[in-house]
């Protein structure tokens, strides 16, 4: 089978062992157990193995097979024979034997192998069986028989084991004979509305056209398109199968752009049966990129059933391929569907092949241009990957970020939380601040909803707003109150820096004023995340910065002090904690974290009233937890003052962060003179490492397989 088909269905089947199901044949043959022997032929029939000795001794077998069982077996073995001679090139001696049985429907079964085969050995018998059997579907099969052996010569079996041999003059004119004969039979019977044979006739002669080089391939092609087009022909009718056959096998410009015309018209609609099914189906046999991109249409379109879905995707695999370490086009298209059936029967190979393939640069793309229409699985999945890989372009992220989307700018405005010093330059800076104004506008604006019509805040779409924009507020708070540098070359302060933090705070500040905004509890918890914030960025920035931002005390002493709109408890003690350390910056610019544990771990805890400042120094880790302020959780674990208790916390929040020092901190750390930080150390690096792996190697579980199974085994030209 070709690598690049999808072989996962065999896979699921139970183990193969093709030698003990030959011997069994041959030992129930020995025996004359007819019966039984037959039930083995289609299993047998259908082996398929690398092996050449093994596959000429099933044909020897089969062969030998038909001479020696009873007559009311030769049918369905001769029809063995051919399945074999079409399908794996075994010999065709035995179909030429069976042409003189004297059982016409073996007679009949082994001209029709034959035919299928290139071989006209059997061509006067399918032409009598078509005028004079009984039987409709022999008929029919004669029909299709002829037009596969005369449109042949051209097509699929010329590089067959077993097609044709190179003819004489004298052959060919016969040829040419028996292909005006089977012309004219053929053309009286698709042109007759009324007779039964004339669909199988139509494709059969798609066939004969013999990709539009045949004399009468123009009028078979309005013959054609004319059966296609008829308003009067329902799209159940399953002679529409046949006519778009008899278009595939044309295979002409022109009559591609009637399969897809066609796919189109019901794509519109959403309508597809057998008969538009079998039309996607037919896409993947002629590569053009007309084709490949009316097959990504129909994966991307939402409204599609899973039947369709599937369809597409199994001539998406045959078009381009299904290896496991490589992603295809149709990977991107699938990944957009929402119809959770169809994404369950793909196993989401395609979203894992993604996930573990692709580039930064591709996912920032695709993410940027596709992100506002992805289910909010794969958009959560696409995230957790791109969080895993470092080094995106600049310019990718800032399209993130500027995306019209709003959860795709979270997706940027996380990646630059998780590697702010890789990007935050003055660029970077004005892009956010360009992005919090932005924002702001958008909040005021639900706010004037709220005001305007006070039922508003039941309407799941007004809530769903208010989330994302508090979300996107929230992540820019934190990146603008804690990375933004507010010093430059030589220690000088950066006044526009510092002017942004101020302004921001005083935005912060009437924020919370509003009355609508204190008696809806969204909205006011909302606030309140947002105040959190900026006091933990605030909290989490080196202490060297605090004497700069005095400049802040004004608004965070009003805030501190108001009587209205109080901050929450919790915002409250952070509010406090942060006025204590700028103030004490004014008496000495040298201070450090150090600075701010030693006066940490002066009080045991906080009190709720008084007129102390500082926090115990278990709040403050927590609080540089929640911040994720890696160096002060390092500094506290290497701190040999520290009780151990708060060490082991910090070394223990260290491995659920992500920074690029973390790694070689705890190394550090696994040297220390203290063998249970040298242990602990050790386990939590561990730890960290398989969580980095796992954030690289993410996949989503694979679903259920399903059950069914393809009754042909995947194989032949239609379904």
Known sequence: MDEREDTRWLQRQHPRDSQVLLSLFTTLMNHSDYALAAQLLPSLTWVQSGDSDLSSRI??????????????????????????????????????????????????????????????????????????????????????????????????????????????????????HTLYKAYDKLIKLAEGDEHYLQDVASEALGRLAQGGDFEHSPHIFELLKSHLSDPAVHFTNPGIVHWLNGLRWLNTTPAWEAIRHYIRIHLDKAIFFRPQRHAVWLLQMNDSDANQALMLDIL?????????????????????????????????????????????????????????????????????????????????????????????????????????????????????????????????????????????????????????????????????MVEQVGSTIKQLVWLIMRHVSITIAKGAVDKAATKQIVAMLDWLNDARQPLTITSIPLLSTTVSDWWQQALLALLARPVADDKVLSSILPTLNVVSTATQSQLTYDNQALLGTVIARIEQSGTSTQKSIITVVRNALKNNALKHTGSSTEIPINQQLLQWIKAKDADALYYCASNDNMEMTVRIRAIEALGQLYNPNIEQWLTTLMTHENSDIQKLAYKVLRRWQRAMIRAQQKRPLAYSQDSSQKSNQGEGDSQ
Not at 66 to 82: C, G, H, I, R, S
């Open 300 to 464: 991307k379109t939402s409204n599609l059933d899973r039947d369709v879905l599937m369809v597409a995707y199994n001539a998406a695999q045959k078009t381009w391929g299904s290896l496991a370490a490589q992603i295809y086009p149709y990977d991107w298209a699938t990944i957009q569907s929402h119809n959770n059936d169809f994404v369950e029967a793909t196993e989401r190979l395609s979203l894992k092949r993604i996930i573990g393939h692709s580039s930064i640069d591709e996912l920032a793309t695709f993410i940027t241009q596709h992100g506002a229409h992805l289910p909010a699985d794969t958009l959560t999945a696409l995230q957790n990957a791109i969080m895993a890989k470092q080094d995106m372009p600049a310019s990718q992220l800032t399209a993130l970020i500027t995306s019209s989307n709003t959860l795709t700018q979270h997706i940027g405005l996380s990646y630059l939380t998780q590697y702010p010093t890789n990007y935050l330059d003055k660029e970077m800076v004005a892009t956010l601040q360009q992005r919090f104004d932005s924002a702001s506008e958008q909040w005021y604006t639900l706010i004037d909803t709220i005001n305007r019509s006070p039922t508003t805040i039941s309407n799941n779409q007004w809530i769903e």
């Open 59 to 176: 044909d020897t077998a089969l062969a030998l097979a038909y001479e020696q069982m009873p007559a009311n077996y030769t049918f369905k073995l001769v029809e063995a024979l051919a399945y074999r001679a079409k399908r794996r090139h075994s010999s065709i001696t035995s179909l030429q034997n069976a042409l003189r049985n004297k059982d016409a429907d073996v007679q009949f079964a082994a001209a029709e192998g034959l035919a299928k085969c290139g071989h006209a050995d059997g061509v006067n018998i399918l032409m009598a069986t078509i005028d004079y059997n009984p039987d409709a579907e022999f008929r029919s099969c004669s029909v299709l028989a002829i037009g596969e052996l005369l449109g042949s010569n051209n097509n699929q079996n010329a590089d067959s084991p077993n097609a044709s041999s190179p003819v004489d003059n004298a052959d060919k004119n016969l040829q040419v």
